[in-house]
């Protein structure tokens, strides 16, 4: 295992296909982030918790910085509320 690498529990690990390998430790991303530029450091940590907590894809990897992330679940959660509020409009009458 690499120094500062973070140990995998690969029984937690979500597996699309019987013939994918486990990942066995997680280390350090760098990647650039897909909306804004912005360079950012995907932690082992963070990965740990997205494939063995959040039970994310194995092919799946982080795209977006945070704060573009947190932008985007902004606007889901805007939204949600605008047709919230449309459908109780039309409810009203
Ligand atoms: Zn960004």
């Known amino acids: 295992m690499p120094p500062g690498a973070v140990a995998a529990d690969t029984t ?3 597996h699309v296909s019987p013939y994918g390998s486990a990942k066995k430790f997680y280390v350090d991303v760098a990647f650039k982030c897909k909306d804004c530029g ?3 450091v995907w932690t082992g940590e963070q990965q740990k918790w997205f494939y063995e907590v959040a039970k994310g894809s194995l ?3 982080a795209v977006r910085c945070r704060d573009c992330r947190n932008r985007l679940n902004d606007q889901r ?3 949600r509320k605008q047709m919230d509020a449309a459908d109780e409009a039309k409810r009203n009458g």
């Open 38 to 40: 912005a360079d950012e």
């Open 77 to 79: 959660e805007l939204q």
């Open 12 to 14: 937690q690990q979500v």
């Open 59 to 61: 092919y799946a990897t």
